[in-house]
């Protein structure tokens, strides 16, 4: 018995937490049930174990609810179930593990494995979330510019296809707390890379519907977006399609969001009170960043012309502090038609700290460069802005093929392994059409989650440079993400920018610290050769202050 319930201690100290409990009751269950076999065939004893110790077998799980942005967990008396590495469909548990009799016909939980099994390969609870999934099809997605530099490249529109959905042939592959734990939760969206037609047919068959194909080139390869039926989580039509196609690679159409924004005191970030129109100059209590970072006017000449990449939120492109030279400033789109209301704060500042006027009460630091502005947020069915990873695909494709030198990235989301490969590739310097070519440099905000949370992609890819932010007084902003993946700190609290309708105020956040960064870096970018224009050259050429205790801090 102490061995049975030792060995479960181990197996579910590695398993996901709530299950612990449950895991190790069952255990016991099962020691104590061995136990009482065992003493049945001694002669009588003093103590007896009471009935009630004995598990019944009773099947367990945890089926996650998304709460404002992060998740938690409850009990529900269905199983869920983990995908194996490759992605193989498993196949559907022909009976649950119940309580069987041994051969002196004692009541018998079932074993460990055969728990673990069920765990796995159980069928998953019809939840009215599932239910009420809306059955939409997915918006058509469109590229516009406001100049002829920003327009993107030709597209191939996929073809719509109705099928009728027969979910009960499809095998069984639930695993929802799984899919909250990788940032899959809610995911009606599947892509293929290069899929053929005859797998398409079979996509079809199943229920899914086709809504697009697109040529990513920066990938070299087409990449096509499957919407999955009602009755299908993200994982059971991967395992389904997969089991149909073991051939084709599949992902999750993964889900971005812009950093929550919030003042010192965890309030919302909302327009200062002291918000106004701009009346030219900037004085250093608001200014206080450029002086922070030792910044310099003349340096903004080795900026010039300099391509620098924008994937952010829309922008209030008719500021003064951006109407002064529209020439400088390409703006597409990228997305549904369906966008957000006002869904330019966040872009607007970010892109006022780089390309402000100088003349203006928010000046930027590199104005004289040629920005590059991806708007890939639409209105989710909250209203909240939100992104996915296709998207994603299609800003860095069109920045790969404009030759962006460096982009600055203010969202966040799951490790995703499209975007992941797509970041590595535009980092590597290589050759094209003959002449060789530096790879592009990635300055991403690290997060707002706290010190508690995980890491935020993609500033955590390792071609990234990922910002934190510090204050006026140069401590750590208290609500940016920590660990090992944070490479540089810049002033992120309460930095003066430009908002919507021609305003002025206060924002924090790392995703106001990174413009910075990024402009430190396009200051040095023409001083280095093109074979060494990488984020560890760049890195080790930036003056830096050591702030804290000695050495790198998390």
Same mark, same amino acid.
């Not at 049975?4 to 590695?14: H, T």
């Not at 797998?199 to 920066?218: F, N, P, Q, W, Y």
């Not at 695909?393 to 966040?412: F, G, K, T």
């Given at each position: ?18 299950? !612990? ?12 049930? @061995? ?38 967990? *409850? ?52 939840? /009215? ?11 058509? $997605? ?68 086709? $809504? ?17 039926? *009602? ?15 073991? &051939? ?8 971005? %969001?812009? !950093? ?27 200014? @206080? ?7 310099? $006017?003349?340096? %903004?000449?080795?900026?010039? &012309? ?17 109407? !002064? ?5 390409? @703006? ?11 869904? &330019?704060? !966040? ?32 209105? $989710? ?30 969202? /966040? ?47 955590? @890819? ?48 790392? /995703? ?43």
């Amino acid at each position: 018995a102490i061995c049975w319930v030792v060995a479960g201690i181990f197996i579910a100290s590695s398993l996901p937490d709530l299950r !612990h409990v449950s895991i190790l009751s069952q255990v016991w269950g099962i020691a104590a049930a @061995y136990a009482k076999k065992e003493r049945s065939k001694e002669p009588k004893n003093n103590w007896e174990i009471p009935k009630s110790e004995v598990s019944s077998g009773t099947e367990f799980s945890a089926k996650g609810e998304q709460s404002s942005g992060s998740y938690r967990t *409850q009990s529900t008396p269905e199983a869920d179930q983990k995908p194996n590495e490759e992605n193989e469909p498993s196949k559907p548990s022909a009976k649950s593990s119940k309580a069987g009799t041994d051969p002196d016909g004692q009541a018998i939980p079932p074993t460990l494995h055969g728990l673990l099994k069920q765990w796995f390969t159980s069928p998953p609870p019809e939840t /009215s979330s599932t239910a009420a999934r809306s059955s939409r099809s997915a918006p058509r $997605d469109d590229l516009t510019a406001r100049s002829q530099a920003a327009k993107g490249g030709p597209r191939v529109e996929g073809t719509k296809v109705d099928a009728p959905v027969n979910a009960k042939a499809l095998a069984r592959r639930p695993a929802a707390d799984l899919a909250l734990r990788l940032g899959w939760s809610g995911h009606t969206q599947i892509l293929a890379r290069n899929i053929p037609a005859a797998t398409l047919e079979k996509a079809t068959a199943l229920g899914m519907k086709v $809504d697009s194909s697109r040529d990513i080139g920066v990938l070299g390869y087409s990449v096509t977006r499957l919407s999955i039926p *009602q009755s299908m989580n993200i994982f059971q039509a991967m395992a389904a399609l997969q089991q149909a196609a073991p &051939d084709t690679a599949l992902y999750a159409n993964q889900q971005y %969001r812009l !950093h929550p924004q919030s003042n010192d005191d965890g309030a919302s970030a909302r327009p200062s009170p002291e918000a106004a129109k701009p009346t030219g100059g900037c004085s250093p209590e608001h200014c @206080y960043g450029a002086t922070a970072i030792g910044w310099q $006017d003349h340096l %903004r000449i080795c900026a010039r &012309d300099l391509k620098i990449g924008i994937i952010d939120t829309g922008i209030d492109g008719s500021h003064p502090a951006l109407s !002064h030279d529209p020439e400088r400033i390409n @703006y597409g789109t990228i997305g549904p038609e369906k966008r957000v209301a006002g869904n &330019d704060l !966040h872009g607007t500042g970010v892109l006022a700290l780089l390309a402000g006027d100088p003349r203006s009460s928010t000046p930027g630091l590199i104005p004289r460069a040629k920005f590059y502005v991806a708007d890939i947020f639409f209105a $989710d069915e909250n209203g909240q802005p939100v992104s996915t990873t296709l998207h994603l695909l299609e800003a860095l494709d069109w920045m790969n093929r404009l030759q962006v030198e460096i982009i600055n990235l203010s969202l /966040s989301g799951p490790k995703d392994d499209l975007v992941q490969m797509a970041i590595a590739k535009m980092s590597r310097t290589r050759t094209e059409d003959g002449e060789a070519r530096s790879g592009t440099i990635f300055v991403s905000a690290a997060g707002n989650g706290g010190p508690g949370a995980p890491p935020s992609y993609p500033a955590a @890819y390792a071609e990234v440079v990922a910002v934190t932010a510090v204050g006026r007084n140069l401590n750590g902003y208290r609500r940016a993400n920590q660990g090992d993946y944070i490479d540089i700190a810049a002033p992120g609290v309460d930095i003066w920018t430009a908002l919507p309708q021609g305003r002025q105020g206060f924002q924090t956040g790392t /995703s106001f610290a990174t413009p910075y960064v990024t402009a430190v870096v396009a200051s040095l970018y023409r001083t280095l050769p093109i074979g060494v224009r990488t984020k560890g050259d760049i890195l080790q050429r930036i003056p830096v202050r050591d702030l804290g205790a000695p050495g790198p801090d998390r």
